[in-house]
């Protein structure tokens, strides 16, 4: 019982961590859950790794897991949140937690709907920036183009900061090119609508909660990580941008 | 007024997106793309008075405080509201105007770019954090 119970506190952590949660969430979920089902946890989460003791009248469990990937999915952090709710108000066991975390694992939106919805934001980033007409749809083109870099290259399992540095490549060339054409557009408006894609807004918005609950070591780390994609990201359209003025 | 309609559709537009893009669940996307626009309007409302970083402070303040809010009477975690609402604040540009000066050779624009860019970072965290600092005391 107790591996069984290490078991989904375990995955539950993990689909946090690896979605972009807190790590006190990931902490307080962990506890919450093992209490629910009548064991103690104590839990160490890192934003590359999870440590855990799982205890019952006298007999305990230690594991450790690292944890590789990040990704960012709100989805998939209110899913765990909803069942970790249901298992404290007694309303699953143990068998049906498991399950309904397993089958937590699909996203929430198809892949055509997350490209229309990139090209959607990326005009509105652009026209709040100023862009007018056809600077909009350059800009819708953009961020579709941005996305379908990132997007290849994390099949290809390319590391973030390749994939933030080839689609800022990408997309500023592609941006400069579209200039030729039409003389009048404002590339950086188009570029940055474009790009915004790819800020990690959920890795910001974790550092910040984590650093308010104290979570110093997990803040930092986060607040370099996105300090890092930024800095990719400017350096990918910085060597374009360089590049077309010869 | 036009104007202030359009941003507002706008900034609804770009938290909605993003809100697909980082997979919010399906009945919360029109909460997180609404608190996005308000906390647009807020901003906007306060640039001509108290500047770029008082504005983008407030901005983050309301969008924490509504996510808040929403999440509760939602039972979601608070992040899932709030991380696409502060997409509008985001200085995407002021990032690319230092490269560009940085690039051009023009230190010392691009450095004070870069420490505007800084600061307002912390506008957004720190509008972030009080509101959630503060939510989380109620909850003991």
């Known amino acids: ?246 | 007024m036009v104007d202030f309609i359009l941003q507002f559709a706008a900034a609804a537009l770009a938290s909605g997106g993003f809100a697909v893009v980082f997979r919010i669940p399906p009945k919360l996307l029109l909460v997180a793309a609404l608190t996005g626009a308000a906390g647009w309007l807020v901003y906007l409302s306060l640039l001509p008075t108290s500047g770029t970083i008082m504005a983008t402070f407030a901005a983050a303040a309301a969008v924490s405080l509504l996510a808040e809010v929403f999440s509760r009477k939602l039972k979601t975690p608070a992040t899932t509201i709030a991380v696409p609402g502060i997409i509008p604040l985001v200085p995407g540009l002021r990032v690319y105007r230092s490269m560009e000066y940085f690039l051009n050779g023009d230190n010392l624009n691009g450095i004070d770019e870069v420490a505007i860019t800084l600061l307002i970072a912390g506008a957004i965290a720190f509008g972030l954090a009080v509101v959630s600092a503060v939510f989380r005391l109620k909850k003991k």
């Open chain 1, 1 to 246: 019982m107790l591996k069984e119970v290490m078991g989904v506190i375990m995955t539950a952590g993990e689909m946090l961590l690896t979605s972009g949660a807190e790590v006190y969430r990931a902490e307080e979920t962990m506890e919450r859950m093992g209490r629910a089902l009548g064991y103690t946890v104590e839990a160490y989460v890192t934003p590359t790794g999870i440590m855990a003791t799982v205890a019952k009248d006298g007999r305990y469990l230690t594991k450790i897991r690292r944890v590789r990937m990040r990704s960012q999915d709100l989805g998939k952090i209110a899913g765990v949140n909803q069942i970790s709710r249901e298992l404290a108000a007694g309303l699953l066991d143990l068998a049906e937690t498991k399950n309904r975390l397993n089958q937590l694992k699909s996203p929430t939106y198809n892949l055509p709907t997350q490209f229309f919805a990139v090209m959607v934001a990326s005009l509105s980033l652009t026209f709040m920036l100023g862009g007018r007409q056809l600077e909009l749809v350059v800009a819708a083109g953009a961020g579709f183009l941005a996305y379908a870099v990132d997007y290849f290259l994390s099949r290809l399992s390319a590391s973030t900061y390749l994939r933030s540095f080839a689609a800022a490549f990408v997309v500023a060339s592609a941006a400069s090119s579209a200039r030729l054409l039409l003389p009048n557009i404002s590339v950086p408006q188009v570029i940055v609508g474009g790009l915004m894609v790819l800020v990690p807004g959920v890795a910001m918005a974790s550092a910040v909660r984590d650093l308010v609950q104290g979570e110093l070591l997990s803040g930092v780390v986060r607040v370099v990580e996105a300090v890092a994609i930024a800095a990719a990201l400017a350096a990918g359209s910085a060597v374009a941008v360089g590049f077309w003025r010869f």
